[in-house]
């Protein structure tokens, strides 16, 4: 007999409740994305103790292709904030008022 | 012995388990929420990356536990191989290595309302697995079971080259838009792709010029290249 899929599920819960509130509170954007990153493997535990408590491996696909989706996304992102900063000197979520009228 | 009894049984699941599971499990659970609360707190982009790492190999363990071989695999190879890295890359490049104030805040009521939050959809989420049933279908009941035949990995690739095929073939399409779209971000604005010289500097007499001294043409797009090499190094015309 193996642990209870519960405290993985839990163990994930709280794990993605961290990554949420750190997005919250943090204003540097790398960090932000960072915490997006813990949220994200906080599903992917979720989804992987899914696929173990059903014996099901459609739920360890799903985790493969949220893998690639992220790594896509982290991508971007971090393209998107390069440009962004590359002429500012901090990189702050504050500083990005552009669009202010 | 009789008030132990319920004690017992209400532990007797977690007594059943072998000491390695739950050891394993409790040590992963440390190094998982230590990293996350690291990443969250630390006012260092560096060490918030490197509490990254420290997470996402727990998590890599904790896939290990549940028999997801192939996943933890890729989790260390994707995520801490490559992310990670993308991560310190970005932080080295744009020099923003230095201390966040966590002291000022332009909003005073958001701390306190994001803890509040957390705190909520904690709760949400630990009442949602605690209260419902999430495992309504029997076991096995898609019929690709995770472990059958030839182990994790087998049963993974028969999962994506079967019935997902048409997702995986979209997510390498996702992947080289993911690399355009990271050439073109990356690019300083205004900046000429690189002319091949060699039409140019050719010394075929046969070649065809525009002015009547061939020599003096030559020289001034010479000269032309090597200002803009002088000059440019990257840095295109605003």
């Given at each position: ?14 794990l ?5 509130v ?12 960072m ?38 996304e ?17 990189a ?5 008022n552009?669009?202010?009228? | ?10 532990l007797?699941?977690?007594?059943a ?20 609360l ?65 002291r ?5 009521a ?14 949400e989420?630990?009442?949602?697995s ?11 009941a898609s019929?690709?079971?995770a ?54 500097e ?25 200002e803009?090499?002088?000059?440019g ?6």
């Amino acid at each position: 007999m193996t642990l209870s899929g519960n405290w993985f599920l839990a163990l994930a819960a709280v794990l993605f409740s961290i990554g949420a509130v750190g997005l919250l509170i943090r204003r540097n954007v790398l960090v932000m994305f960072m915490c997006v990153e813990l949220m994200l493997n906080a599903v992917n535990l979720t989804f992987v103790t899914f696929s173990k408590m059903l014996d099901d491996i459609n739920g360890q696909s799903l985790v493969f292709f949220v893998l690639v989706v992220a790594a896509a996304e982290v991508v971007v992102g971090l393209g998107i904030i390069v440009s962004i900063f590359r002429r500012r000197p901090n990189a702050t979520a504050d500083d990005l008022n552009m669009l202010k009228g | 012995m009789a008030s132990l009894f319920p004690l017992l049984s209400a532990l007797h699941p977690v007594l059943a388990v072998p000491t390695i599971d739950r050891l394993v499990f409790a040590v992963c659970a440390v190094i998982v929420l230590s990293g996350a609360l690291g990443v969250v707190l630390s006012s260092n982009p560096v060490y918030a990356a490197l509490s990254l790492v420290l997470t996402l190999f727990g998590v890599a363990v904790l896939f290990v536990e549940e028999d997801a071989q192939f996943l933890a695999a890729v989790q260390v190879v994707v995520y801490a191989g490559a992310i990670v890295v993308l991560f310190l890359f970005v932080i080295m490049l744009l020099g923003v290595d230095r201390q966040e104030s966590m002291r000022s805040e332009r909003l005073p009521a958001q701390r306190p309302l994001a803890l509040l939050l957390g705190l909520a959809a904690l709760g949400e989420l630990l009442a949602l697995s605690r209260l419902t049933h999430w495992s309504t279908a029997p076991r096995g009941a898609s019929g690709a079971p995770a472990t059958g035949g030839g182990g994790n990995t087998a049963a993974l690739a028969r999962s994506i080259f079967t019935t997902y095929l048409l997702p995986f073939e979209l997510t390498s399409l996702l992947l080289i838009i993911a690399v355009l779209a990271a050439v073109v971000l990356a690019r300083r604005p205004g900046q000429h792709p690189i002319e091949p010289p060699s039409l140019v500097e050719t010394e075929d007499p046969n070649m065809p010029m525009i002015g009547s001294d061939p020599d003096e043409e030559i020289e001034g797009v010479r000269n032309v290249d090597a200002e803009s090499v002088a000059f440019g190094g990257g840095r295109g015309p605003q």
